[in-house]
């Protein structure tokens, strides 16, 4: 038996469920269909179960996209205020933690639990562990075959995410649909990943894992200064997470360590105040002490402080604040938080998310060519793309 919808909403995660409600509630017979056992599974694990839900500053520039002013007209739209509005009339606690950041108090799950209510309250359909099967243009809309039978609708929204985590569910669905319907895709990599190093670097860094460090991370004219932790596989903190999404391989990355110290002027003040301090000691006041012997053995620097010229002071500085690095690649989807790339935004009406050339067809959240930096704006951008559809379906 086929059943009839306004719009069918594929994937159940922040896009699509923000879709869903808002079209439910504007009177719109919605299904959404998952293939997950659970709704908004990335949302649970989000912020260490704490879902950065939004930041206060997300706008544009802290995106990266084909077409950098795409993302303008949702984010204008949907701004972090009114997902904030909608958090408070559900009375879930919150705080910013830093940068604009905002978290739940308590747990991830409350706001899934928030989304849930909300579509209840828009009569929306759910149903889980549904795998999707072919979809194809009806006459008047889509069709979209399931395991116990075919839905159709005049409207088809993808949300279904991108390739990262493939462990939590995520299938790249929604590139096969685009190229399905003749869109482009763009090229996808994993993004907001940690780094790896080449065996010889990471044996040469080994006894710096589990090391955390305030830096500047920097990759051409782009620059994150937040913390860095050096682990066993490589590189990895919110500075090198951010980078990574700027990085391609073969490049090298800069490190500053301590980029607020005048590395240089402080170890001149030490050698001034006691010469005979060593190098790894005076270091070892502004980095972590086995950071600082790090440095200390890798540039044999042996004699005291008094002994070393300001040529010798200033090679140390650039060692530590001018690092150069290659990494070797990424740990790839198996642990980004996102995908980069993704539905040529050329192809989407930015107002509504609507493809161009395939009137009801929509693609929002992740899928789409829009990839937020750390720190809340991927959930904005899934929140922003995900009511804005919803208003124009
Ligand atoms: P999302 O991936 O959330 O949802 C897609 C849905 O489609 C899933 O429910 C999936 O099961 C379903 N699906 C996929 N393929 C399907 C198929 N073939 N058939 C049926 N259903 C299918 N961002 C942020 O702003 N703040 C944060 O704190 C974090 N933290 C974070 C931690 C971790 C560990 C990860 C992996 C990611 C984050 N993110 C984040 C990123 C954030 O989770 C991501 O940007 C959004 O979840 C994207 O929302 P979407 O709705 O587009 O996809």
């Given at each position: 038996?086929?059943?009839?919808?306004?719009?069918?909403?594929?994937?159940?995660?922040?896009?699509?469920?923000?879709?869903?409600?808002?079209?439910?509630?504007r009177?719109?017979?919605?299904?959404?269909?998952d293939?997950?056992?659970?709704?908004?599974?990335?949302?649970?694990?989000?912020?260490?179960?704490?879902?950065n839900?939004?930041?206060?500053?997300?706008?544009?520039?802290?995106y990266?996209?084909?077409?950098?002013?795409?993302?303008?007209?949702?984010?204008?739209?949907?701004?972090?205020?009114?997902?904030l509005?909608?958090?408070?009339?559900?009375?879930?606690?919150?705080?910013?933690?830093?940068?604009?950041?905002?978290?739940?108090?308590?747990?991830?799950?409350?706001?899934?639990?928030?989304?849930?209510?909300?579509?209840?309250?828009?009569?929306?359909?759910?149903?889980?562990?549904?795998?999707?099967?072919?979809?194809?243009?009806?006459e008047?809309?889509?069709?979209?075959?399931l395991?116990g039978?075919?839905v159709?609708?005049?409207?088809l929204?993808v949300?279904?995410?991108?390739?990262s985590?493939?462990?939590?569910?995520?299938?790249?669905?929604a590139?096969?649909?685009?190229?399905?319907f003749?869109?482009?895709?763009?090229?996808?990599?994993?993004?907001?990943?940690?780094?790896?190093?080449?065996?010889?670097?990471?044996?040469?860094?080994?006894?710096?894992?589990?090391?955390?460090?305030?830096a500047?991370?920097?990759?051409?004219?782009?620059g994150?200064r937040?913390?860095?932790?050096?682990?066993?596989?490589?590189?990895?903190g919110?500075?090198?997470?951010?980078?990574?999404?700027?990085?391609?391989?073969?490049?090298?990355?800069?490190?500053?360590?301590?980029?607020?110290?005048?590395?240089?002027?402080?170890?001149?003040?030490?050698?001034?105040?006691?010469?005979?301090?060593?190098?790894?000691?005076?270091?070892?006041?502004i980095?972590?002490?086995?950071?600082?012997?790090?440095?200390?053995?890798?540039?044999?620097?042996?004699?005291?402080?008094?002994?070393?010229?300001?040529?010798?002071?200033?090679?140390?500085?650039?060692?530590?604040?001018?690092?150069?690095?290659?990494?070797?690649?990424?740990?790839?989807?198996?642990?980004?938080?996102?995908?980069?790339?993704?539905?040529?935004v050329?192809?989407?009406?930015?107002?509504?998310?609507?493809?161009?050339?395939?009137?009801?067809?929509?693609?929002?959240?992740?899928c789409?060519?829009?990839?937020?930096?750390?720190?809340?704006?991927n959930?904005?951008?899934?929140w922003?793309?995900?009511?804005?559809?919803?208003?124009a379906?």
């Open positions: 038996m086929t059943r009839r919808y306004d719009v069918v909403v594929l994937g159940a995660g922040a896009a699509g469920m923000m879709c869903a409600l808002k079209a439910g509630q009177g719109l017979r919605v299904l959404v269909l293939h997950a056992r659970a709704p908004g599974e990335k949302i649970r694990i989000s912020g260490g179960g704490r879902c839900f939004t930041n206060l500053h997300a706008g544009p520039a802290n990266i996209s084909g077409n950098r002013h795409f993302a303008k007209s949702a984010l204008a739209r949907y701004t972090p205020r009114d997902f509005a909608l958090v408070e009339k559900h009375r879930i606690a919150w705080h910013e933690k830093t940068l604009g950041q905002l978290f739940c108090d308590d747990s991830a799950k409350d706001i899934i639990r928030m989304l849930l209510a909300e579509m209840q309250a828009g009569d929306v359909e759910l149903r889980l562990q549904q795998p999707v099967g072919a979809v194809e243009k009806s008047d809309g889509f069709r979209i075959a395991d039978g075919v159709e609708a005049r409207a929204v949300a279904t995410g991108g390739k985590i493939p462990k939590m569910g995520a299938t790249g669905l590139y096969r649909i685009a190229e399905q003749g869109l482009p895709v763009t090229e996808t990599r994993p993004a907001l990943v940690p780094l790896t190093l080449e065996p010889a670097m990471l044996e040469k860094l080994s006894a710096l894992s589990g090391i955390a460090v305030e500047e991370v920097r990759h051409g004219k782009t994150f937040e913390a860095l932790l050096f682990t066993h596989r490589g590189l990895s919110p500075s090198i997470l951010q980078i990574s999404s700027y990085w391609r391989e073969g490049d090298a990355i800069t490190l500053s360590l301590e980029p607020d110290v005048d590395l240089f002027a402080r170890l001149k003040q030490a050698r001034r105040d006691n010469g005979r301090q060593a190098v790894q000691t005076a270091l070892g006041e980095l972590p002490r086995r950071l600082a012997q790090f440095f200390a053995e890798d540039l044999r620097l042996t004699a005291p402080l008094a002994d070393q010229s300001d040529r010798a002071l200033q090679a140390i500085s650039t060692a530590v604040q001018a690092w150069s690095l290659k990494p070797a690649g990424s740990e790839g989807y198996r642990t980004a938080e996102v995908t980069l790339g993704g539905v040529d050329g192809a989407l009406d930015s107002r509504s998310m609507q493809a161009k050339a395939v009137p009801g067809l929509y693609f929002i959240g992740e789409v060519d829009v990839t937020g930096w750390l720190g809340g704006y959930f904005q951008w899934a922003a793309s995900g009511h804005v559809c919803g208003e379906l």
